[in-house]
Every structure is written in C-alpha cells, then in structure tokens.
C-alpha cells in the first residue's frame, strides 16, 4: 500500500491491475556505474551527494533518465500528465492566460523543463489548437530542454509523430521538427541555449530530479555528507560525515538556518535564478510543480526501484533518486528582480483552474461506463488530498510588471493569476 500511496510513483489502479515490471536484468550497467564511481572515490576521495546523485540520474552513458523511459505502464512511475489530459490541458490555459495578462506578446515561447514522455505538451498544443481564435497569427515556438536522448525520442514520437532531425554541436539545439499542428519544436540539453524571448516556462517533476549537497549540523558547525566506499564490503557504497567545512557547506547554508539537517539543491537554485533573469529582461513566467516544502522539512532524500523504497546508495542507474523541492529556497534564489506565488496545493489550483466544470463536460460527453469511470479515478488521483491533491504543489515566478498590472486594474476589471485564484479570460 505504501507504494501505492507513493508520490512520484504513484500508479492510478488500473495501471497497477495490469502492472509489467520493467526488465532489470541488465546488471551490468548497474556494475559499471558503481564501478566509475568507487573509481572516482578512490582516485579523488569521498564525493558529495550531489555529484552522485548527478552520475547517477544523468551519467551521459550509464544515467538512469538517461537510458529508461521508466514513465507509464511499463515503466517506473506516473505523473499527473500522465494520468489525464485535463491536467495539461488546464496548464495549457494557465499559458494562454498568462500570455493574454501580460500583453499579448506577438511571439511566444513555450518551454518545458524535463518533459517525460511528452504528454504534457501534447496536451497544451491540442488547447493552442482549440483557442486559435484567441492566439490568433501570435507565433508559437516549443522548446524542450531534456538531458535523456531516449526520452527525446519518445517526446518526439508523440509530439511529431517522429518527424525530426538531429544535430551534433553544430547548433544550440540537437534536435528540432514541426509538431503535428504544425508548431516548430526544438530540444537543448541546457535552459541557457533555449533562445531569448517572451517565454511561459512549466517544469513538472523536474526540480526534483536536480542533484542535491546533504548537510548536518555537527558541534563543529556544518558539515557535508559524503558518499565513499565502505571499508567493510568495498562493493558497496556509504555516508561519511566530511571532517573539514567543505566549499558547498561554506557557502549554501543560510544565516538563519534552525534545522539539524539540510538537503539544498544548488543546480535548482542556478536554474531558478536564469528563469527569474529571463522573465524580467524578456517578459513571462514559470510554473514549478513537485512535491515539496517550504524551507522546513530535513531528510527527503530517496531511492525507488520496482516500485519500492529503496536505499539510495543501492544500484545507483538503476534507481530513481528523489528529493522533496524546498520552495524557500526557490523563492529566496529569484531575488527581487521578479514576484513569486505559491506554493498552493495541486487540489487548489485545479480548482481555480476549472477542472469541476471540466470534467462536467467530459463526462456529460460520453455514455460508456468505462470511460466515464476512468474519467472519476482520474480525477480522483489529481484532487484527493490523500493522493496527490495536497502532496503536489504550484509555485509561479512572474514578471513583477504582470502583478503591477493586476493591482492596478483589481480595483476596475480585477485580474488575477489564474490558478492561484479563479480563472477569469478576458
Ligand atoms: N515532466 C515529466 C517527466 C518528469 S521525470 C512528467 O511529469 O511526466 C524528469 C524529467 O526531467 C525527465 O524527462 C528527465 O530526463 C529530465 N531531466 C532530469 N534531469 C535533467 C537535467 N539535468 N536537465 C534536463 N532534463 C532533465
């Protein structure tokens, strides 16, 4: 049950009935990466959590998102997008609407962080298709920034009908083709090669992903938890204490910070920081949506394989590494440059998003019982606090002009950020 109720993995029931495990017999790899990283330690001593988490996830070779499309049925979990179309659907209205609030830009950029399988964006273009009246002759681009050649193969696939080209590092993007309603797409390894411009940015399960540096509070001050080889079984990996301050734990702790122990993800706040800088030079916003806290939670650091919990320092590529999003520290790292909202419960901003009335209409459009059931479970998997309604949360970095903008017309016509208060189109 314990897996069931698990976040990121959570598998909607009908899913779970029909559940193939995916195949793991390739040990081998799992060998050879904690082969490079006992190397590693032993040429260049203990390594932080970071990097291990890094070499694990996105090893360029041997990387766990790197080689799997561990998404869906078959795979190793499943998201919102996922589950139902009406949730990129929603988002896909957030974009437009946040689009119209900001002015109507005449070119728009939409780019998503860590797309999966590409479900997400699917769903958005297919709103982008249906609200062409509204979008009129603007000119939609999609950019995809995703480190997993394997999984930009699937996205291609599904948004293309694999109908791309590749490139070496001849260009900033390395693959590129027209989506099927017609929309050019693009695909960088990195945020900063996505080029400039008006852009709504959405990151879905991607921030937890990026590599965290552990820290306890030791009677010495802070301290660094390493990974290094354990002396009694050198096959395997374990946590060590750094004895000396380390540069991450000189320079990521905060003045003020009361916990015992801290997760802080650098790589989250760098990337943060760029979207933050772009939204206020060029115009737009962001919506981050993970499980996380708000600068409160310590140990969040996990492991999941076959749908289990599973040590982290076990069968790393072959594992799932986790940690919860501390928004705090997202909020803290866009400076003042841009106004941030949330974080806000996933339940609440479907809500305000529409998604009752929503589904009102899907369901009033089909009378086959099965549909209509998965339609319900659907819903239910989204909404229920107890699954992922309270669990998930929506955090949006806007351009502060945006909410100049809402304050000043609050007092006439009112204009809210949709989904962090009822969706209102003008
Ligand atoms: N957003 C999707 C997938 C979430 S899984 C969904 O919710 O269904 C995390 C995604 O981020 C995968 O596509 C993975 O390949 C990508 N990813 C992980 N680390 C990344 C990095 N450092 N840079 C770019 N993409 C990354």
Redesign the pocket.
Known sequence: MRTLLRLKRQIPEVLWRNWTKRSCSNSSINKSILKHLTSKIIATGPISVAEYMREA??NPVLGY?VKNDM?GAGGDFI????ISQIFGELLGVWCISEWMAAGKSSALQLVE?????G??TSDILRVCSQLKGVLGETGISIHL????PK?SQVQAECLTGNQTQTYNNDHTFYRSGTSCTGLPIYWYHRIEDVPRGFSIFLA???FD??PIHKFQRTENGWRELLVDIDPENPGKLRFVVSHRPTLASSTLIQKDESRRHVEVCAEGGVIVQKLASRIAEDGGAALIVDYGHDGTKTDTFRGFKGHQIHDVLEAPGLADLTADVDFSYLRKMTGDQVTCLGPITQRSFLKNMGIDSRMQVLLRSSNDPSVRAQLIHSYDMLINPEKMGDRFQFFSVLNTARLAQREQRQKSTGMPVAGFTELEMH
Not at 79 to 82: L, M, V
């Open positions: 996830l996105t998102y998404l998201t919102s997008p996922e962080l860590g797309p999966g399988r479900s997400l920034v995703e480190v997993s999984l879905h399960e991607f992903a990026l």
